[in-house]
């Protein structure tokens, strides 16, 4: 079946440390996507990328950084920078940018 | 730089009742897509609205696009439980631009 597999479901980090979400997508999309959300508010854009080796910023990337080295994957790494990044974390992908975006099941991060 | 609004934020349904909820934008969007969320899951895409004038139904979901007035309509025909969630509308000013989202609004059908 194709799709967008994100892992883990739920992830708690300590503080000061970084932790690497990961987004695999199978559907061939060369778009790929990560929103955060926060309780009772909308998508916000964290980073997005368009081919293999490029990516850019989106709204709120500070305290994040990624890398797009396959075209099927598209890992978000939180950093010890990113201070409040207790959230849902929602990878997406699209054929092309500004298409239909798929959505992967989110993963959840809590800070302990 | 898009702005996407929608109103209300939360609307109580009564089962049975139509109602219509709205997607305004503020400049140009050849495109409009509406996205459901249920409470803790990832969002499920609904409708792809392409030109101006495009309406799409399913089940009780209609949904429609006025480019000229920067509005995408959701109506709801005769409201269930099922469609308790958050509808969340997206656009985006050219065919390769960024999705901006709504802060989406959140449907609860009462008895």
């Known amino acids: 079946d194709g799709g967008i597999t994100q892992s883990p479901k739920y992830l708690f980090r300590k503080e000061g440390q970084n932790v690497t979400l990961s987004c695999e997508q199978n559907l061939n999309h060369d778009a790929m996507y990560w929103y955060r959300q926060d309780p009772g508010q909308g998508l916000r854009l964290i980073y997005y990328?368009?081919?293999?080796?490029?990516?850019q910023k989106g709204d709120i990337a500070e305290g994040y950084s990624v890398s797009r080295e396959k075209k099927e994957s598209f890992p978000l790494t939180v950093t010890s920078a990113q201070k409040n990044p207790t959230a849902f974390y929602l990878c997406a992908s699209s054929i092309n940018r500004g298409t239909e975006a798929f959505f992967g099941q989110g993963t959840r991060l809590t800070v302990v | 730089e898009l702005k996407v609004e929608q109103n209300p934020l939360f609307l109580s349904m009564q089962e049975g009742k139509n109602y219509t909820i709205y997607c305004n934008y503020s400049?140009?969007?050849?495109?409009l897509y509406w996205y459901r969320q249920d409470p803790g899951k990832s969002l499920e895409s609904l409708f792809v609205l392409l030109s101006n004038g495009a309406v799409k139904q399913e089940g009780r979901l209609m949904a429609s696009l006025d480019t000229k007035a920067r509005l995408s309509t959701l109506h709801i025909t005769a409201a269930v439980h099922d469609l308790s969630a958050t509808y969340f509308c997206a656009g985006g000013p050219g065919a390769n631009s960024k999705l901006t989202f709504g802060k989406g609004i959140t449907l609860s059908v009462r008895p």
């Open positions: 400049t140009t969007s050849d495109r």
């Open positions: 990328s368009q081919i293999v080796n490029d990516f």
